[in-house]
C-alpha cells in the first residue's frame, strides 16, 4: 500500500475568454500522504480551488500527471472518475453545501445516497459520524438552524462518513469564527490517525504553519516544502 494518496506533476491549467489568456497554474508538483496535512496556500485568487478540483478529479489539468491511488487517472473515463469521487474523496468546502431544511444527520447520510450501503446501515454510520464531531444533540436539526461551526462540523462529518483515502478542504474555516475555526481544525488533525490524506487550501498562516507540508502558489513554478 502507498503512503502517496495523490501525486500531481507538472500540472498546468489555463483559462482562455475572448479577451485573454489566464495560466492560472503553472507546473504545479505536489504529494499528499496518507496521514499528513498538506496545505495548499496563497492569496485569494492564486489557483489554489482550481488546484482543489483538479485534486478532486471534478476537471482536467491541460498538462501534467495526476496519479491517484497508484492509477493514472488521465484516461479514466467519467463514471470512472464519479466512482473514485464518490468512494475515495471526501470534500469539505467554505460554504458548507447542506440541505438547508434537512436534518444534520439526513445531511449527512446524503453521503450514501450513490452507494450500495443499505439505507438504515447508512443512518447509523451517519449517526457515529455527527457523534465524531460532537453534533449528537443535533443530528435532528434542520441545518439552516445550525450556527456556522456547527454546519462546518456536520460538513465534515458527511466527508468522513464514507471514510475517504483523501479529505479535500477548501478553506473550510473561512466563514467561521476563531473558535469554531479551531474546532474544524482539531477534526482535519484527528484524520492523521487514521491515515487519511488531507489537502486543505487556505490563506490563513496560522493553518499553514499546522500542517505537515505546503504548496504555495504565489511563484510562477510552485513546489512542495516541508511544513
Known amino acids: 500500500m502507498s503512503e502517496v ?15 485573454r489568456v489566464v495560466e492560472v497554474l503553472k507546473r504545479v508538483d505536489l504529494e499528499a500522504r496518507r496521514g499528513r496535512l498538506l496545505a495548499v496556500a496563497g492569496p485569494s485568487g492564486c489557483g489554489k480551488t482550481t488546484l482543489l478540483h483538479i485534486a478532486a478529479l471534478l476537471d ?15 484516461g479514466l473515463g467519467g463514471a470512472d472518475l464519479a466512482r473514485l469521487r464518490r468512494e475515495r474523496i471526501g470534500m469539505v468546502f ?43 444533540a443535533v443530528a435532528h436539526t434542520p441545518a439552516r438552524l445550525l450556527s456556522g461551526g456547527e454546519m462546518q462540523r ?32 482539531d477534526l482535519l488533525a484527528g484524520c492523521r490517525p487514521r491515515g487519511i490524506a488531507v489537502l486543505v487550501a487556505t490563506h490563513n498562516p496560522r493553518w499553514v504553519a ?18
Not at 494518496?5 to 479577451?19: D, H, I, K, P, Y
Not at 499546522?210 to 511544513?227: A, F, H, N, T, Y
Open 210 to 227: 499546522e500542517c505537515d507540508d505546503i504548496v504555495r502558489l504565489d511563484g510562477p513554478s510552485p513546489k512542495q516544502v516541508p511544513g
Open 60 to 74: 482536467a489539468p491541460d498538462a501534467g500527471e495526476r496519479i491517484f491511488d497508484g492509477i493514472d487517472v488521465s
Open 154 to 185: 456536520v460538513a465534515v462529518a458527511r466527508a468522513l462518513a464514507l471514510p475517504p483515502l483523501l479529505l479535500l478542504a477548501d478553506e473550510p474555516t473561512g466563514n467561521l469564527d476563531a473558535d469554531a475555526a479551531r474546532h474544524v481544525m
Open 94 to 136: 467554505q460554504r458548507f453545501h447542506l440541505l438547508p431544511h434537512r436534518s444534520a444527520l439526513e445531511n449527512v447520510a446524503f453521503r450514501f445516497r450513490y452507494t450500495t450501503v443499505p439505507a438504515r446501515e447508512a443512518r447509523e454510520r451517519a449517526r457515529e459520524a455527527l457523534d465524531s464531531v460532537g453534533l449528537s
Open 5 to 19: 494518496v495523490l501525486s500531481l506533476r507538472g500540472v498546468s491549467r489555463t483559462f482562455r475568454t475572448a479577451a
